[in-house]
């Protein structure tokens, strides 16, 4: 799969009928030995071997996808974090979704939008005929959330970072591939563009001085304690959190990019692995061991922030897509 192009793209307008289940997602990658996750320190490669991969499960936007977790049981009692696989988004094999979900005060919250979330997201695409998808990931996230209210969420909360990738046409009628991305929170997406990582997420906390300057200002000034909202939680975008809600939105940061030949592949991952790791260590990571499967790459970052003492869950997706060399880390005198 690592040296397959995708070819004959079918057209974007072709929008296959429903949308694949997280249940159905997760249980699809496990078939694949595509995901591993464990609360025990885990050898990258040591998924289980053997089974057949399905036909273009894939996809016909990106190469190849992977995801690690860690409970990290010596730190956490509760696993609250959650992902959503889907090489076909919406069965589509011209789209891809991928998503981390970083719970916090229980799993109420998370719960749900690991199920709801990219069917929302989903329908706003399908709706708009695919026209403004930075706008139907901003709509998904708003809708998504205030579906909350209805809900026994308690206290909880979750951040969040979805990322689209959808192969079309242009005016001209070449092959593109775009990246759509949308995160609320800490939860962050890097890209590797030439050997470089660039954060194409933005971090939402009370200290990023955008977010304080609109706490601060709000109609209702909140006041920011040891880099809280109102003492009590430590980012200042989420879904849920109700008791915060009037501060504490889930409106998305978004963005596009194009991808070109350079951008070699994507890692998305909630702060666990983010606390203890630069951007360019965790891209350095991976250029090291090109040649390994997904799986096994992001499985290397949950061991670098276990060995390095990270103190949360860790959920770790990589998404290669553009063919890449090793890297091996320079030479010291």
């Known amino acids: 799969m690592d040296s397959r192009m995708c070819v004959s793209p079918e057209l974007l307008l072709l929008s296959p009928p429903s949308v694949v289940t997280v249940v159905e997602a997760n249980l699809r990658n496990a078939e694949m030995g595509n995901s591993s996750s464990s609360s025990k320190h885990k050898e990258p490669g040591s998924q289980k071997k053997g089974l057949t991969k399905i036909p273009d499960d894939y ?14 049981p010596k730190c956490r009692r509760t696993m609250e974090d959650s992902h959503v696989l889907l090489g076909r988004f ?28 990219h069917e929302n997201i989903h329908k ?12 139907s990931l901003k709509k998904a996230f708003l809708d998504t959330d205030a579906g909350l209210k209805n809900q026994n969420t308690g206290r909880s909360g979750s951040t969040a970072v979805s990322c689209v ?3 079309s046409k242009n005016n001209q009628l070449e092959d593109i591939r775009t990246l759509y991305v949308a995160n609320a929170g800490d939860s962050k997406a890097i890209l590797c563009r030439g050997g470089e990582a660039v954060e194409i997420t933005q971090e939402h906390k009370p200290s990023n001085p955008i977010e304080k300057e609109r706490l601060e200002t709000s109609k ?19 879904f849920g ?27 998305m991952a909630c702060d ?10 965790a891209v350095d990571i991976v250029l090291e061991h090109a040649t390994e499967k997904s799986s096994a790459l992001a499985q290397r970052l949950v061991n670098y922030a276990l060995e390095n003492n990270t103190k949360d869950n860790l959920s770790v997706i990589v998404v290669k897509i553009n063919p890449f060399e090793t890297k091996l880390p320079a030479a010291t005198a």
């Not at 190469?63 to 990290?72: H, I, K, P, Q």
């Not at 706003?124 to 706008?135: D, P, T």
């Not at 666990?272 to 260590?281: E, M, R, S």
Request: hydrophobic fraction near 35%; proline fraction near 4%.
């Open 220 to 238: 209702t000034p909140v006041w920011i304690t040891n880099d809280k909202v109102a003492g009590i939680l430590g980012v200042s975008r989420s």
């Open 59 to 72: 996809g016909r936007v990106i190469l190849e996808f992977g995801v690690a977790t860690d409970d990290n």
């Open 90 to 117: 919406g069965n589509h094999p011209n789209r891809s979704y991928f998503g981390v979900y970083d719970g916090h005060g229980g799993r109420e919250t998370v719960d749900i939008i690991e199920k709801i979330l």
């Open 124 to 135: 706003e695409i399908e709706a708009s005929y695919g026209k403004n998808i930075e706008e």
């Open 165 to 167: 990738f959808i192969r």
């Open 272 to 281: 666990g692995l983010w606390d203890v790791c630069t951007h360019q260590k």
């Open 241 to 267: 959190d109700m008791e915060l809600k009037q501060w504490v939105t889930a409106a998305p940061y978004t963005q596009s990019i194009l991808l070109k030949p350079e951008d070699a592949f994507l890692i």
